[in-house]
């Protein structure tokens, strides 16, 4: 029931650095786990990060480990994801959806934020 907004996408050479925000109305939104999800051309939407409802547990794909970093702000009602290091390959459609671990809980993706890194 939750409803997503994405920003922050842009394009950036590699080795840089982007903060991707989702805000997040309807609901509680303290009560959702809540993850980051990417998706290049021609690719399978993938999991990249995650953070508990209370942004405690915080949890990454292995192609991010060490580089990414997510966080919360549940009283902005917004999620975060801090991305530095940025290679060619994370170019992709970034969203951010409720989560159940890695697995993202039923009902519509947002339109999510375009980042490009070039080399």
């Known amino acids: 029931q939750v409803q997503l907004v994405e920003s922050g996408g842009g394009l950036v050479q590699a080795g840089g650095s982007l903060r991707l925000s989702c805000a997040a109305s309807g609901g509680t939104f303290s009560r959702y786990a809540m993850g980051w999800f990417r998706q290049a051309p021609g690719k399978e939407r993938e999991f990249v990060a995650g953070v508990s409802g209370s942004g405690i547990v915080t949890y990454y794909a292995d192609s991010v480990k060490g580089r990414f970093t997510i966080s919360r702000d549940n009283a902005r009602n917004t999620v975060y994801l801090q991305m530095n290091s940025l290679k060619p390959e994370d170019t992709a459609v970034y969203y951010c959806?409720?989560?159940?671990?890695?697995?993202?809980?039923?009902?519509?993706w947002g339109q999510g934020t375009q980042v490009t890194v070039s080399s």
């Open positions: 959806k409720p989560v159940l671990g890695r697995t993202a809980i039923s009902g519509n």
